[in-house]
């Protein structure tokens, strides 16, 4: 007799607990409240957060309770104010509550790309920069927000007013108006918003064209060939014409701004109308450093006819070429770093130690384009529910002080994507072949046909060709490396 033991697993509850919390959300403090309407009790829309989530936000939760509160967490545990060095325990049913929303919207908003009107890199350059609503005015908040000092002109009376822009070395300047007086500390050392590294990228998603002027094909050659089988048995044959199929194309562009916007990816140029066009431009490369070109590739023709007995069979391809022409504009993404160098308000500022010096402070972010960790808003925005990952600026206090709105306002508005475009005219040439024609078999005839052309004869088993086919003379026609072979099937 077998005997079995069963053996009894037992996994402590604190085990499971810990296992649980691995899968909690994200919790951001910022959006963090707390409740007094009773035990595990939350506004609407609010949950109580639990014991491994108010950890995982000890020191900012710690911060903003009283020396000796006692607040509550989910399920009888709480946790205890900076007099009891933050301790997160099981107790008695609390009337306070630490709650999060069920459903947390604190991203920072995707706001619509705007359009800069099309001109000289300068020009596009100034329209941004002395756009007041959409740049001037968001990223002076953000500055403000963010704790820096003086962020308007002597005659303005909110943020981001009576901004002067001007230029300095290959970048702008906005910077409060300094004429007349001021009062209050360090007035005259405003905060300078400097905006410089632009970047342009050619944007192939963003496509337009004119009126099309597009050629109908014209016959160009056309390559005969007769086949003929002077046996009593029928034959089967392969015709095959390989022929290089080629395009010249060129561009003008209306602006110099051509010069300084790339390609970031591969691109090939758009399909439009029936003429076939491969036109690709290098990953990385100046849009305007390619205004033509020519590009070819190879095609092979087939066809497999069966010659009757005593016949002869005619064979054809056409070769055609046609051109088209359009106007065209793409559109070219715009990036640049802003760089905030100013002095920090000692009555409250988001550097990460927040400090009451007033001391100087130059910071750049880039918009627009990826950047390293220090730069990128939307990663320390996103990032700010783990502590010690930002290093550089406290969004949560930010949040806190000005509001989310404020803040989603302002973070939205200066990651707010602008483009610009490129234009000109296009223009291209086609050669390419039509398809491999079959005409009707008829008995051999003894009579010779008179032509213009030069024909060559050639025996191949049973079967005779007779061809018009000069790879020269197609060479010079713009078809390159033609050839034409007649073989019967074995």
């Not at 630490?98 to 619509?112: G, H, K, R, T, V």
């Not at 088209?324 to 802003?338: H, N």
């Amino acid at each position: 007799m077998i005997k079995s033991n069963t053996y009894k697993v037992l996994i402590p509850s604190v085990l499971i607990s810990v296992l649980s919390a691995s899968a909690q959300a994200k919790i951001y403090p910022d959006q963090l409240v707390i409740d007094q309407l009773g035990e595990d009790i939350c506004r609407s829309g609010y949950r109580p957060i639990d014991r491994f989530e108010a950890s995982a936000q000890k020191d900012y939760i710690v911060s903003r309770m009283g020396q000796w509160q006692i607040a509550g967490l989910k399920d009888n545990w709480v946790i205890m104010g900076p007099g009891y060095h933050g301790r997160i325990k099981q107790d008695s049913p609390n009337g306070s509550a630490w709650c999060y929303p069920n459903e947390a919207l604190s991203e920072i908003p995707n706001y619509a790309p705007k359009s800069i009107p099309e001109g000289d890199e300068i020009d596009i350059q100034y329209a941004l920069v002395t756009n007041h609503s959409n740049f001037v005015r968001p990223l002076s908040y953000l500055a403000h927000y963010l704790g820096y000092a003086w962020v308007s002109g002597n005659h303005g009376q909110f943020v981001g007013e009576d901004m002067d822009v001007r230029r300095e070395g290959d970048g702008w300047v906005i910077q409060g108006n300094q004429d007349g007086s001021c009062d209050g500390y360090k007035c005259d050392k405003k905060t300078k918003i400097t905006v410089d590294n632009f970047a342009y990228t050619l944007n192939d998603s963003d496509f337009w064209h004119g009126t099309v002027t597009e050629s109908s094909r014209q016959l160009v050659k056309t390559v005969t060939a007769v086949a003929r089988n002077r046996s009593d048995i029928p034959q089967q044959v392969v015709v095959d014409l390989k022929v290089d199929e080629s395009t010249d194309w060129s561009k003008t562009d209306t602006y110099g701004f051509a010069q300084s916007v790339s390609t970031e990816n591969e691109f090939k140029w758009p399909l439009v109308g029936d003429t076939k066009l491969k036109i690709t431009l290098e990953a990385n490369q100046s849009f305007a450093s390619t205004n033509g070109g020519s590009t070819s590739e190879q095609v092979t023709l087939q066809a497999r006819p069966t010659v009757p007995a005593n016949s002869e069979l005619p064979i054809r391809v056409e070769l055609y070429r046609s051109s088209i022409s359009y106007p065209y504009r793409f559109g070219a993404d715009i990036s640049y770093d802003v760089e905030f160098n100013g002095f920090l308000r000692w009555g409250g500022n988001a550097w990460n130690s927040h400090p009451d010096n007033r001391p100087d402070k130059v910071h750049t972010f880039t918009m627009g384009r990826g950047s390293e960790n220090s730069a990128d808003i939307r990663y320390q925005w996103d990032h700010r529910y783990i502590p010690g990952e930002v290093k550089w600026w406290d969004w949560s206090w930010a949040i806190n002080e000005n509001g989310l709105d404020n803040m989603q306002y302002a973070t939205g508005e200066s990651l707010r994507p602008f483009y610009s475009q490129v234009s000109g005219d296009f223009n291209a040439e086609s050669q390419f072949a039509g398809t491999i024609e079959i005409g009707q078999a008829t008995p051999i005839s003894n009579r010779t046909k008179r032509s213009t052309e030069a024909l060559v004869s050639e025996q191949i088993g049973d079967i005779e060709i007779t061809t018009n086919f000069d790879a020269q003379e197609l060479e010079a026609l713009g078809f390159g490396d033609a050839q034409l072979t007649i073989t019967p099937v074995e």
